[in-house]
């Protein structure tokens, strides 16, 4: 099993002018987290175990990401709810774990890093992951994984990747890639998903086979896992019982998985709960179909911004394609 690894620099924030305040605390079972606050109260918590976020909390304290109560917290299994981040494999297209292994490796707080051009967050944590010589024998590629964890004034949550090939080999490496964004719903009957329809999509319950979604937005009544191709920079998720949406922009990430298990692979997980399906829905930026080359030297970013928008959406005081029209 590996061993945590919390290098002095992560037991403080780093010392330079652009350096973000940030808290350091044990987790669950002593796995240790870093929290970030705004002043208005939202926050945000992320395990280094997997650079994982487990926690989006807006200024009344309300939980907007699903963590499954069944969540195992122990290396080496990923955790079960949250934003895991899927590289370099998304899923079993490859020949890799499921989803890669970055999210059940122990990553650093990063003591350097690069500059950012986005001020605007003081909330924020920098992050690093290098391959161990275990990792290069399953995956022999030399690679720095940077990921910028920040919450802006308003609330709303930042992921920044930033992935390069640092082999010296001259070989370059090619992966997939994803947010997995598990977001907490009221009623998975009663929410919708606009941007996606009318897009083509790889059905993996149907052997990857390729379709055309027909119809408006996306309504859930049964298991669903389906990557959508070419997808625009803004998704919403509308939550009819909570009066809230979910606004996803992203940039770098082409693809976007929905994916829900229902109540039959619900059962067969064994960390997640038999109804939990019902609080959740999974919208994940990624790149998939066609997967990133970086030649050493090359570097590669991927960002998600992740809002949570009061909708008086019932009362037709809003149009979702307001939302995603809106900048
Ligand atoms: C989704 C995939 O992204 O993640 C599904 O599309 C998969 O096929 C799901 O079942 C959960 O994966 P895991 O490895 O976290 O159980």
Redesign the pocket.
Known sequence: MSIEKVPSSSAQPPSSASSSPFELRKGVNGLHKVVLREVRGSSVEVYLYGSHVTSWKNDHGEELLFVSSKAIFKPPK?I?GGI?L?FPQ???HGPLE??GFARNRFWCVDPDPPPFTNTLSKAFVDLILKPTEEDMKIWPHSFEFRLRVALGPGGDLMLTSRIRNTNTDGKPFTFTF?Y?TYFSVSDINEVRVEGLETLDYLD?LRNKERFTEQGDALTFESEV?K?YLSTPTKIAILDHEKKRTFVIRKDGLPDA?V?N?WDK?AKA?ADFGDDEYKHML?V?AAAIEKPITLKPGEEWKGRIELSAVPSSYCSGQLDPQRVLQSS
């Open positions: 990923p079960r895991p899927c998304f899923s079993n499921s989803h994803a997995h993996n896992d990557i998985v994916w298990p692979k997980m999974c994940e």
